[in-house]
């Protein structure tokens, strides 16, 4: 079935520090994929998303590359804040799936002042 | 525009004791509905999935069931609460059809502790 998988956490990185969250992604069909994020005590939000090959999804200063032929789509900011501490996940839904979400195991980034 | 609602916010129970979550959409019609729970220090288990009326697909065994009584309401359930129930519920919901930017929003939690 389909899968993902993101690095381990959690992420521990200086204010204005370069981040990268690894995901990749097993499926049967043309995934879209997706990240979220969630903030201490809630659900989760929509941070960015790619619907095809090669598609870049931005948002907030984040963005991420949906790239085929490695099965990865790795979130990436330039310079992180206090406030982008919260848990991270990556997310397919397929449509050979019924466009279930499916999400990685989520990714805990702290980021100190 | 789309809403979804989620209820309680907090809850605790003894262990044997029934459970019900509810959750329901507003502003869309016919959409997908999921319940998927998130246990301390770990990712999203997806439990349930709806795709319409009265039709659930559970994804893992488990003493919880769920129910779909009308369009935009979904319910998660438990005759008798275990203690490895504790977790963060969350439900979510994705538009029908073929859309390739489907994506899910979700509802603001239920944290259930189980005592």
């Known amino acids: 079935g389909d899968s993902v998988t993101q690095m381990e956490g959690p992420v521990t990185l200086s204010e204005e520090a370069f981040l990268t969250i690894n995901c990749t992604y097993t499926a049967t069909g043309y995934p879209s994929l997706f990240w979220y994020v969630q903030y201490p005590g809630e659900g989760l939000q929509l941070l960015l998303k790619a619907t095809k090959a090669d598609d870049k999804g931005s948002n907030k200063g984040f963005e991420a590359t949906y790239r085929k032929e490695t099965t990865s789509f790795h979130l990436e900011k330039g310079s992180v804040q206090v406030s982008d501490s919260a848990v991270y996940f990556c997310a397919l839904s397929d449509l050979t799936g019924g466009f279930k979400t499916i999400f990685g195991a989520g990714t805990r980034l702290f980021v100190k002042a | 525009s789309q809403t979804i609602h989620q209820w309680p916010a907090t809850l605790v129970q003894p262990v044997g004791s029934p459970l019900s979550l509810e959750c329901t959409v507003e502003g869309t019609s016919n959409p997908n509905l999921y319940w998927y729970r998130q246990a301390a220090g770990r990712g999203l288990q997806l439990l349930f999935y709806?795709?319409?009326?009265?039709?659930i697909s559970s994804e893992v065994p488990q003493n919880l069931s769920a129910s779909r009584p009308q369009d935009r309401q979904f319910i998660l359930s438990s005759k008798k609460l275990l203690l490895s129930d504790s977790g963060f519920y969350l439900c979510a919901w994705s538009g029908q059809g073929r859309s390739r930017s489907t994506e899910a929003f979700f509802g603001q939690g239920t944290r259930l502790t189980v005592v």
């Open positions: 709806s795709v319409g009326i009265g039709q």
